[in-house]
């Protein structure tokens, strides 16, 4: 059984470019919530998916989008970046409101 | 809104001393409660969760932490300390089906880094 997996591992990106970063969740899972943790902080929830659509969201701008494909597998796209955007992104996968399972993230430097 | 508030940011013991990393939450219903750590550029692991049943939980690698509902508490213990057990851990709150409309969303505390002395 493959886990959670996260692409890229790291990313650097200048202010006000977009990014896209992708995750593939668990095989089994049709849920996948994303978190932003910045340095010294626990992580926050961004929004989560489930079959599809958006089911919930945190306190983050709309310039925080995100996909989930019919795979289950999601992307998470931030536009204008900014410095505060410098964060590990984390996903994670589960089947509905079960055990979230966690990628290794990624981690993004904007510049 | 729930919440969750670490006591102590960083934690230091002896190797083979008792672990004791402490949580409360703030919440008008019962949460799912759970602990995860963290190594160094790596994702979350979970030790242990609470649900529903027996108050004490047992986890991964000698973790435990027991639910009291009087204090609003779910503090992490570990009676010996090992080398391997550095790491940042974190407490979490979740609702289940119970949480509006995302299905299990966790709310995160700041987190404690355990350092362990030899």
């Known amino acids: 059984e493959t886990g959670v997996t996260q692409s890229p591992t790291h990313l650097i990106k200048t202010r006000g470019q977009q990014v896209t970063l992708r995750c593939s969740s668990q095989?089994?899972?049709?849920?996948v919530s994303w978190y932003q943790q910045a340095l010294g902080q626990g992580p926050q929830f961004i929004f989560q998916?489930?079959?599809?659509?958006?089911?919930g969201r945190g306190n983050f701008p709309p310039r925080f989008s995100g996909l989930q494909f019919p795979n289950y597998s999601s992307e998470l796209n931030v536009n204008a970046l900014e410095l505060d955007d410098s964060a590990l992104y984390l996903c994670?996968?589960?089947?509905?409101?079960?055990?979230?399972?966690f990628g290794p993230g990624t981690r993004l430097t904007v510049l | 809104a729930q919440s969750v508030t670490q006591l102590g940011s960083h934690v230091s013991v002896s190797e083979g001393a008792l672990v004791l990393l402490r949580c409360n939450y703030s919440?008008?219903?019962?949460?799912?409660l759970f602990w995860y750590v963290q190594y160094p550029n790596q994702g979350l692991q979970l030790l242990l969760k609470?649900?529903?049943?027996?108050?004490l939980v047992k986890g991964i690698n000698g973790f435990e932490a027991e639910f009291k509902k009087s204090e609003t508490s779910f503090h992490l213990t570990k009676p010996s300390a090992h080398m391997s057990d550095a790491a940042e851990y974190f407490c979490?709150?979740?609702?289940?089906?119970?949480?509006?409309?995302?299905?299990?969303?966790?709310?995160f505390g700041q987190g404690t880094i355990l350092t362990v002395h030899p």
């Open positions: 994670a996968s589960s089947r509905g409101a079960d055990e979230q399972f």
């Open positions: 095989s089994g899972h049709n849920t």
């Open positions: 998916y489930y079959r599809e659509e958006e089911n």
């Open positions: 919440s008008s219903v019962p949460p799912y």
């Open positions: 609470y649900t529903t049943g027996a108050t």
């Open positions: 979490a709150v979740s609702y289940g089906n119970a949480g509006g409309t995302s299905y299990g969303k966790l709310t």
